[in-house]
């Protein structure tokens, strides 16, 4: 596994403290992206695989999983364009 704290395909262990960023994803030709519904609060504890938001862009509708286990310390703001790439939420580990 990488220690890169970016999204990937595999569920990823975190270490007490450490810090993994979810992005927005990049859905081909610079698509913004907006989330409509977050499934969880800051400060909740998450495990792999659960769901934590509804994003959207004009074509697509699509659920976000978390890659890791811990506890949710920052969530991007409901109802704004956001640009592939960026930081929507941060997990940390237990």
Excluded at 12 to 17: E, H, M, P, S
Excluded at 44 to 53: A, R
Aim: glycine share 6%.
């Amino acid at each position: 596994m990488s220690s890169n704290s970016k999204n990937t395909n595999y569920e990823k262990t975190l270490n007490r403290g450490e810090k993994f960023s979810i992005t927005a994803p990049d859905l081909g030709k610079n698509k913004d992206v907006i989330i409509t519904n977050w499934l969880k609060k800051t400060d909740e504890i998450i495990e792999y695989g659960d769901v934590i938001c509804e994003i959207e862009n004009d074509k697509v509708v699509m659920e976000l999983e978390s890659f890791v286990t811990g506890k949710i310390i920052y969530m991007h703001p409901l109802n704004q364009k956001i640009k592939p790439n960026t930081e929507i939420c941060i997990i940390e580990g237990l």
